[in-house]
């Protein structure tokens, strides 16, 4: 990029996001300089010896101070005591943006703190892996993924094309979302699934017929990819529970009443019923694949060892 977007960028937690965008940041030039703040000194001091940044400290306050733009990287639930700490050093005119899963709670704590003259836009990127800490980022992690943002309608065009020429630049497709609109798909999308993966992850681990020792050794690939989903950054996801908990609740009742229907045909040997639902599933991953959103490579593109001679 000729010229970066932004002056100084900082970074609000330095975890797999944080680090992530510290390192596509640089690569495309989109920023001047980066301010990286986190809680932990021994987590700071790991993203100084990565290189992540060029400004490092304790303060929230310090870091965003004369920064262009602000992306809040830390779990939902500390938004508000985190916007409290930097309300008064934000700049005339900086972008002020976050990465949670959770929009209108994100919203209900950070709106009635920000200044008339900061731009704030609320942003989810749907990327990741099970990985947390500064070591975890990596800079393609935004690459062909979707960064939903969920301005108001008062919102500054330009702030949004510019957050949005941000976003671009660091490889994600970019599009507009009704908060309240976000977070029902999300549950359904995201929140669900990681949900169901630390609920059968669980029971496996609480079975007494089956030992835990079989469980791994005898895990086949759909257990094993179970298990990714539940190794995930556990203090995030329990803020995401109690930050959308309506609409996941909404979307665990309508699971809880299609996995009762699917219990039934099991029940009474309905394959009928069976084959039409794993038919139309089937479809949706065929869907997800021609999207661009996962690789057709067998078993997810995993390298395999050569069977013994």
């Known amino acids: 990029m000729a010229e970066p977007l932004f002056d100084r960028l900082a970074l609000i937690g330095i975890g797999l996001i944080g680090s992530s965008?510290?390192?596509v940041a640089r690569r495309e030039g989109l920023v001047r300089e980066i301010a990286i703040s986190t809680r932990s000194e021994k987590t700071l001091e790991r993203a100084r010896e990565l290189?992540?940044?060029?400004?490092?400290?304790?303060?929230p306050a310090e870091a965003v101070a004369d920064a262009d733009l602000v992306v809040l990287c830390i779990p939902v639930g500390a938004c508000e005591a985190t916007m409290q700490t930097i309300a008064d050093s934000l700049k005339p005119g900086a972008i002020l943006t976050d990465v949670g899963s959770v929009k209108m709670s994100v919203i209900d704590q950070i709106a009635p703190h920000v200044p008339d003259t900061v731009h704030f836009i609320p942003g989810h990127p749907i990327a990741g892996t099970e990985h947390s800490g500064p070591d975890a980022g990596f800079p393609d992690l935004f690459q062909n993924r979707w960064c939903i943002l969920t301005p108001d309608k008062s919102t500054s065009r330009d702030a949004i094309d510019r957050l949005t020429a941000f976003w671009r630049g660091c490889g994600s497709d970019?599009?507009?979302m009704e908060p309240g609109r976000?977070?029902?798909v999300l549950a359904i999308t995201s929140h669900l699934p990681q949900l169901i993966s630390y609920n059968?992850?669980?029971t496996a681990?609480?079975?007494e017929t089956v030992t835990k020792s079989e469980v791994i050794k005898y895990s086949a690939g759909g257990f094993r990819d179970f298990t990714r989903l539940a190794a995930s950054d556990p203090t995030m996801w329990r803020d995401v529970c109690l930050h959308n908990k309506d609409a996941i609740l909404e979307m665990l009742a309508r699971f809880s009443e299609?996995?009762?229907a699917m219990q039934r045909a099991i029940r009474w040997g309905d394959a009928g019923a069976l084959f039409d639902l794993f038919s139309r599933t089937r479809s949706i991953r065929k869907s997800i694949i021609e999207a661009g959103q996962e690789t057709p490579a067998p078993d997810f593109g995993r390298p395999h060892k050569k069977g013994r001679d």
């Open 21 to 23: 965008l510290a390192q």
């Open 200 to 202: 059968i992850v669980g």
């Open 174 to 176: 970019v599009d507009t």
């Open 51 to 59: 290189g992540l940044g060029d400004v490092y400290t304790l303060d």
């Open 258 to 260: 299609d996995l009762s």
């Open 205 to 207: 681990d609480d079975l």
């Open 182 to 184: 976000h977070d029902l």
